[in-house]
């Protein structure tokens, strides 16, 4: 992976549906050289997949929260996360070093709907405690190019 590739990846962040052409403008390389790069990129899975970008309080999600994991045995991770994983308030499930075993960014429409989301996941076998933060305010979210 070049500059090329890094500039690439980082006009891409920034609009998934921009054309090929408007690429190679960028960077100095056709349509079809683009293409090409780009499809090498997704070959080697340093591209996964194109998403889109969603305003949680329009969706009627404006509580963001994180919360800490703590399991009695951390061999019952495995089983955690699949309960965790069906749990649609859950957008991102981490395993982590440290104290907590598992650490959560949740999204709900109220605290009453956390208060839910807390009971159903210290019901999950193995989970001793939890431990929320609810944040107050996001100045910036993004994710990892490499750089």
Do not use: W
């Amino acid at each position: 992976m070049d500059q090329v590739d890094r500039k690439l990846l980082s006009l891409l962040k920034n609009d998934a549906k921009i054309k090929y052409a408007e690429l190679g403008q960028e960077v100095h390389l056709s349509a079809p050289a683009v293409h090409e790069r780009i499809k090498k990129l997704e070959k080697n899975e340093i591209v996964q997949g194109y998403t889109i970008v969603t305003n949680p309080k329009k969706l009627g999600l404006p509580l963001c929260a994180f919360i800490s994991v703590t399991l009695s045995n951390i061999t019952l991770c495995k089983d955690a996360v699949l309960h965790i994983e069906k749990m649609k308030e859950v957008e991102e499930c981490f395993s982590t070093a440290g104290e907590e075993s598992l650490f959560l960014k949740i999204r709900t429409r109220d605290t009453d709907a956390l208060e839910q989301l807390l009971v159903r996941l210290r019901s999950i076998k193995g989970v001793e405690k939890t431990l929320t933060r609810i944040v107050l305010t996001t100045h910036f979210e993004r994710t990892a190019l490499g750089e």
